[in-house]
């Protein structure tokens, strides 16, 4: 089995900032991409950010320039840097890693974090 657990989440005030990890554990070949989505009320789950395993990274328009997502190998996790923080930003954020064990490619899920943005 496979786990992703995030931190960091929180409340702040608009133009603050927050950083979220999330760790993945268990059973483990190797971590593919990695990604933070969130979900907003009333509103689908969008993908923020996303890396790959060779460090190319993607962004939604939205977090450009404002958000930052990082990887550290050894320690199988994932960062999520966000400054200048939106009240638009508020949302439950996931994190979300495609993962190898020795035969296949799995996607997991962590069990979300909420990030609040007060104006």
């Known amino acids: 089995q496979v786990q992703l657990v995030e931190s960091g989440g929180g409340l702040v005030q608009a133009g603050e900032s927050l950083r979220l990890s999330c760790v993945a554990s268990?059973?483990?070949?190797?971590?593919?991409?990695m990604g933070w989505y969130r979900q907003a009320p009333g509103k689908q789950r969008e993908l923020v950010a996303s890396?790959?395993?060779?460090?190319?990274?993607d962004y939604t328009d939205s977090v450009k320039g404002r958000f930052t997502i990082s990887r550290d190998f050894a320690k199988n996790t994932v960062y999520l840097q966000m400054n200048s923080l939106k009240p638009e930003d508020t949302a439950v954020y996931y994190c979300?890693?495609?993962?190898?064990?020795?035969?296949?490619?799995?996607?997991?899920w962590g069990q979300g974090t909420q990030v609040t943005v007060s104006s």
């Open positions: 979300e890693a495609k993962i190898t064990d020795l035969i296949r490619e799995y996607r997991y």
């Open positions: 268990g059973r483990i070949f190797r971590v593919n991409a």
């Open positions: 890396i790959s395993r060779t460090n190319n990274t």
